[in-house]
């Protein structure tokens, strides 16, 4: 007589992989929703974004300097 025992190992190692890959996507997702809001305010008049307190490019650099 024969036994076979099937073991579900895959389920586990796959769970953890598209947890993962889960994770990885929701970074890819904020980055673009970050990059898209940084997108939009700069394509704002500069009066707007002096007021809402956005740096300028210029102050932007002079720190790079320091």
Do not use: C, N
Request: glycine share 4%; aromatic share 10%.
């Amino acid at each position: 007589m024969t036994t076979i025992t099937y073991r579900d190992t895959a389920t586990v190692s796959s769970s953890h992989t598209y947890q993962h890959l889960a994770g990885y996507a929701r970074k890819l997702v904020h980055a673009w929703h970050q990059w898209q809001a940084a997108r939009e305010i700069e394509s704002m008049p500069f009066d707007i974004r002096k007021d809402i307190g956005w740096p300028s490019a210029d102050s932007a650099d002079e720190r790079k300097a320091m």
